[in-house]
């Protein structure tokens, strides 16, 4: 089994379907959610699926000690779903093009430190873009700078206000995420059978 680690930082819809998609799968699992808020949602709707929670701060992430937390699990897969964090240089090594993440816009416009949730949608509205969408990308040493693996468009409606976007490319999200995620898994454990 290809065993899933999640990183989130807020309410975690994402995650949600991510687990939700590999609950019973038969070659993946999420075996732990990872979470630098103790209020964030997503440790409810882990607790509510039966996955384990671990809570660290930000220290945690720069000192090894979440590094440590997922090789004591045997993660072979770290996904981030709405994690604000930079991913520390020790991490990426430690999992060679296999840490991914998703971006509420089409990269490389609209990314960076700072650019998450309502403030790309509200930039792309600002440029007076005509289209939008997501990037599902591989993640490296900077903010939204990893190799693209997919992307997926929607147009941007002249009524569109940052919080309809936002519900369209939500869903979006929800709709390929877990699809995205899969091919990967699919990657991983054909490298570990050869």
């Given at each position: ?34 979470s ?19 809570l ?19 993660i ?6 709405g ?7 020790e ?22 430190k ?40 929607c147009?941007v ?27 990967i ?8 059978v050869?």
């Amino acid at each position: 089994m290809v065993r899933i680690a999640i990183l989130a930082s807020g309410s975690g819809t994402n995650a949600q379907q991510l687990m939700g998609h590999f609950q019973g799968h038969a070659t993946a699992e999420v075996v732990l959610i990872c979470s630098d808020k103790p209020r964030a949602g997503v440790a409810q709707r882990a607790w509510d699926m039966g996955v384990p929670c671990y809570l660290f701060n930000g220290a945690a992430l720069k000192d090894g000690t979440l590094l440590h937390e997922l090789e004591a699990y045997r993660i072979d897969l770290v996904v981030l779903a709405g994690f604000m964090r930079l991913i520390p240089v020790e991490m990426v090594l430690a999992f060679p093009d296999r840490i991914t993440n998703i971006h509420p816009a089409l990269l490389p416009k609209y990314g960076g430190k700072g650019m998450f949730g309502e403030h790309v949608h509200k930039a792309v509205l600002a440029a007076g873009e005509k289209e939008s969408g997501i990037t599902i990308h591989l993640v490296n040493e900077r903010y939204d700078e990893g190799q693209v693996l997919f992307q997926a468009a929607c147009p941007v409606l002249p009524e569109d206000d940052a919080d309809a976007l936002a519900a369209r490319i939500h869903a979006m999200e929800h709709a390929h995420y877990p699809a995205v995620v899969e091919g990967i898994v699919n990657s991983i454990r054909d490298k570990t059978v050869e």
